[in-house]
């Protein structure tokens, strides 16, 4: 007689938690990801009669559209506007929105905000400490941006009492005033917007440096090579999880008739991945940004 055949106890689905955790996932996911936000896009034809992140400070024009110039330094200006022209829309859409914030979405308001001051900060740090004693080393001259500093002291008073006033509201949103912090914004407005469009015209001017590299040479090719480095590595030690994706999401690919819509390069699945994965862990606050998939979008707020 065969011996009694032992049947194997079933398996639940509780003893194997990856079949768990797949769907958490998945769902997690779909709700927090950039990739699901509903907002509409912005429609060119009506774009005009709505307010968007092109104003109160207008974008700058970048100097290789205008001049059609490829030299170094016109190059390197070009992304420094493209870089400055995030940081103008993410400015314009918190001035915009900040007095329409509905009182259930001021917690996520203050965290996209503090964002934005988080991405000016460093983005000040890293030229002061980084490139520009790099740029000083590639022309012997150590007095091309004494301009440029005496910019940045201009605003970064009102920066900080932008912060001083959001770090204050910050775990009690209910007292979020945005008309308080639209006066804060217009105190350092003008020297601002002076800075971020004055920049850009100091470092095309370079090109005409008695010290400037020559084409082909080696000097050329360090000074191509500090801009290029300090471009790659400013946004993103700036912060995967905030700064990055805040970045992404306030840049607009059809300006200039789509010159940029390739800008940064960096291949789409990890720029997807940056937005999406990244940006899915403070989900909420990418709701306030001006642009979706690098197209602009309706201001949420305004909506």
């Given at each position: 007689m065969d011996p009694p055949v032992k049947l194997q106890p079933r398996r639940s689905i509780l003893d194997r938690p990856?079949?768990?955790?797949?769907?958490?996932?998945?769902?997690?996911?779909?709700?927090?990801s950039p990739f699901f936000m509903s907002a509409?896009?912005?429609?060119?034809?009506?774009?005009?009669?709505?307010?968007?992140?092109?104003?109160?400070?207008?974008?700058?024009?970048?100097p290789q559209y205008e001049t059609k110039k490829t030299d170094i330094f016109t190059t390197g200006a070009t992304h420094m506007a493209l870089?400055?022209?995030?940081?103008?829309?993410?400015?314009?859409?918190?001035?915009?929105?900040?007095?329409?914030?509905?009182?259930?979405?001021?917690?996520?308001?203050?965290?996209?905000?503090?964002?934005?001051?988080?991405?000016?900060a460093t983005h000040h740090d890293d030229e002061e400490a980084t490139l520009f004693p790099k740029v000083e080393e590639v022309l012997k001259d150590n007095t091309i941006w004494e301009g440029t500093h005496k910019e940045h002291e201009a605003f970064l008073g009102g920066l900080a009492q932008f912060e001083k006033y959001l770090r204050g509201v910050e775990s009690q949103p209910a007292k979020f005033d945005g008309a308080e912090l639209v006066k804060i914004m217009d105190g350092f407005q003008e020297a601002f917007d002076q800075h971020f469009h004055s920049e850009i015209t100091t470092i095309a001017a370079l090109a005409d440096h008695p010290n400037a590299p020559k084409p082909g040479s080696?000097?050329?090719?360090?000074?191509?090579?500090?801009?290029?480095?300090?471009?790659?590595?400013?946004?993103?030690?700036?912060?995967?999880?905030?700064v990055v994706p805040f970045f992404l999401l306030n840049l607009d690919?059809?300006?200039?008739?789509?010159?940029?819509?390739?800008?940064?390069?960096?291949p789409g699945p990890i720029?997807?991945?940056l937005v999406n994965i990244a940006g899915a862990w403070h989900s909420r606050w990418w709701k306030f940004s001006s642009c979706a998939g690098g197209r602009p979008r309706k201001l949420y707020a305004l909506q």
């Open positions: 990856i079949l768990i955790a797949i769907p958490i996932l998945i769902g997690l996911f779909i709700t927090r509409p896009a912005l429609d060119p034809a009506t774009a005009d009669a709505q307010p968007w992140a092109d104003a109160p400070i207008k974008l700058v024009t970048t870089l400055h022209n995030a940081i103008l829309r993410g400015y314009n859409s918190i001035y915009q929105q900040a007095p329409h914030v509905k009182p259930t979405d001021k917690s996520d308001f203050i965290g996209y905000a503090l964002t934005w001051h988080k991405f000016v080696p000097e050329e090719a360090l000074a191509s090579a500090t801009f290029k480095s300090w471009g790659k590595s400013t946004v993103t030690k700036a912060g995967t999880l905030d690919g059809t300006a200039e008739e789509g010159a940029w819509a390739n800008w940064p390069p960096i720029k997807w991945g």
